[in-house]
């Protein structure tokens, strides 16, 4: 259950007085998501999603909201944040930073078909290229210094084998620079759960709130790490293949990409390989937290150290 | 029929290229609108209108393009221009500038209901506010040294009883001013034909190519000269009030604004009377007009000269 902060009718009716959507018809707690509270907002116009941030601070926000803006303006699918009368996409609402966002239709899949693999690297490589013209900025905060940082305090917590395997692997990205590949906006957790579909219909990616500026070769492995997985932690090679066709298909990969795709794959495993095991070990303290499996990740990337085919074509 | 200019598959294939909206599926030409070319455009993203300008520059679209952006963005009803990959909502096509904006459901009314109306000075208000951060400006080349100067050429061409309510009405607007009046960003044009309507929810305002910036209130004249009035030229009073109403639920009217009323009334009559007129006895060569009775205009600013209520309550 997703409604950490309960918002009553009166105090959303007020704040909805900054806004030119009408009167609240409708206010609806929304039973998903893990980090924020969420609601379903009906108003005399029409649909939203009322987003409550449970850790972000609001100086925090812009940065996404005014990507999810652009990218909704440059017609990539996505939900598109209303501005107030004060031309803010957020303020505060029950004594967290709060926005409102064009509801989109559409479900998340849980066993993608190739023909959706598809869609969402076409979709993505649009949002790559819609990012090019983005004029802010955000580093990656969960980059290599970040997992270096990161492993140094679990090495003493994990079984010698795992230890051994991270070790090595970091020692191994470590060898490899990607600074000379594109680089622009990146979803950075365009995982199944983050994309909304209509049949093979790309209704919206959504949760924006990992994006950064990193390597778009990056993001690319992060997300056909996830929708080409399988349940038992192996590629569909079928549905990588195809993930990788439709991402081509609007930017084809440079060669120097091309070279570095084996070790991408690694680095984006690595990296999620690596939050689970800060999530299982040293959980934050108060951070509403729900503990994903760091083993899928730990298999995955022992499979891509092995793998000969990377569905490049 | 409104295809003045052609436009081929290739030509768009190749145009869409610019943008993020996928495949072409479909190219339909629009049977409607009178100065510029439009037709529905589908692609495996979705559905869109591009307008090609037939008389507009391109350099002169960003301040209405950028307009419809910001009023989307704050969720006022009315079509959201797509940026291309330059970050352009404007480029050539065929020749001619050319935009795509999203497609709106709904229908323009020809007899709207009391609650139409309502529907569209609420929606009018929130557009008066929404406008008060858009940073653009464009000064109004309709106001009235314009009729002033297209009044002289116009008496020698006119019956004497018209030429002499003309002369009248314009020393009559000249000696009131409105410049202490609130102003900002106003559609200019908010006739029937300018909203589209699904039932009592407004789809979206369109056309904003008389947007400008000037006197909220006269903007309200605009629309309620056209809202309320009846095939016969007569006012509805139960739907001007109504619209009223409905605007002011959103932005009371100011005292000095309630005064300068009924002076307004006359204003935005006196403004399509003689564009009307001149559109009748100076139509400009080569352009495609669509003459419409200048004598409903005259009608209703005779009708306001003798008004005694005048809706506000």
Redesign the interface.
């Known amino acids: 259950m997703s409604v950490y902060t309960t918002v009553s009718r009166e105090s959303l009716e007020h704040w909805l007085q900054g ?4 009167q609240l018809i409708d206010l609806q707690g929304i039973a998903a998501g893990i980090t924020n509270t969420n609601y379903f907002v009906t108003t005399t ?2 649909r939203y999603v009322l987003t409550l941030f449970e850790t972000l601070q609001l100086k925090e926000l812009p940065y996404y909201l005014t990507l999810m ?1 652009h990218l909704a ?5 996505c939900p ?8 803010r996409f957020a303020s505060l609402l029950a004594g967290k930073p709060a926005c ?1 966002v064009s509801c989109l239709s559409g479900a998340d899949v849980d066993a993608p078909s190739a023909e959706q693999c598809r869609a969402v690297g ?1 979709t993505l490589a ?2 790559h ?2 990012g ?2 983005f004029p802010l900025l955000m580093k990656n905060p969960r980059g290599p210094s970040w997992w270096s940082r990161t492993a140094q305090q679990l090495y003493p917590r994990l079984p010698e084998d795992q230890a051994a395997l991270l070790r090595e692997e970091i020692q191994y990205q470590d060898a490899h620079r990607f600074d000379h590949l594109p680089s622009g906006v990146i979803h950075a957790d365009l995982f199944r759960d983050n994309v909304l579909l209509d049949g093979n ?2 209704s919206g990616f959504i949760d924006f709130y990992y994006a950064c500026n990193d390597i778009l070769l990056y993001d690319v492995a992060i997300a056909v790490n996830d929708w080409a997985r399988l349940d038992d932690g192996e590629m569909d090679d079928n549905r990588a293949r195809i993930f990788l066709e439709g991402y081509q298909s609007e930017r084809p990969l440079e060669m120097a990409e091309r070279s570095c795709w084996p070790v991408m794959l690694r680095a984006a495993a690595l990296r999620f390989w690596v939050s689970r095991l800060q999530d299982l070990y040293q959980p934050a303290s108060g951070e509403l937290t729900y503990t994903k499996d760091p083993m899928v990740f730990q298999r995955l990337l022992q499979a891509h150290r092995q793998r000969q085919d990377f569905w490049l074509g």
């Open positions: 806004y030119a959507l009408g116009h029409g803006s303006k440059h017609g990539v699918a598109a944040p209303v501005a107030d009368h004060s031309d409102l076409e649009q949002m290229k819609a090019a013209t219909h790309i």
